[in-house]
């Protein structure tokens, strides 16, 4: 049996308590593991935080982002989609780690971590919709 909820919310800093109290209530009724949650919880936060960041198209009005999770009984999906500016975070180039505190640059750490903690990424853009999916097998 899959189960999916969506979230249609304006993609505004302000708004993140109601998108992590969307995120958490899935989380719980599907009675998916406490111990797989932290890689959900920081996409969820870091890319909507993101889209509220850098999203705002030319007419400086805040996208809207829809917000849908999905778990079919092996894994769980995460999709935010939005109508903010075109913009493909997977093209980010993979921060140095290895640097310095102080001698790196700002930015692009989130992305990264995201990435390495999900099993498969993918973006597109179609139209004037951005769309990121992440997939993780949750055992």
Do not use: C
């Amino acid at each position: 049996m899959v189960v999916q909820r969506q979230l249609r919310i304006s993609a505004v800093a302000e708004s993140l308590p109601d998108v992590m109290a969307f995120f958490h209530d899935f989380w719980s009724t599907t009675a998916l593991p406490d111990a797989s949650a932290f890689p959900f919880e920081l996409a969820v936060e870091e890319l909507f935080l993101n889209v509220a960041s850098h999203g705002a198209t030319a007419a400086a009005r805040a996208p809207e982002v829809v917000i849908t999770l999905q778990y079919d009984g092996a894994d769980a999906v995460l999709t935010i989609e939005d109508d903010g500016r075109a913009f493909d975070p997977l093209s980010l180039p993979e921060p140095d780690t290895a640097a310095a505190v102080p001698d790196r640059a700002v930015g692009g750490l989130g992305v990264f971590l995201v990435r390495k903690l999900m099993d498969t990424v993918t973006y597109e853009h179609t139209g004037t919709h951005n769309r990121l999916s992440l997939r993780k097998v949750i055992p």
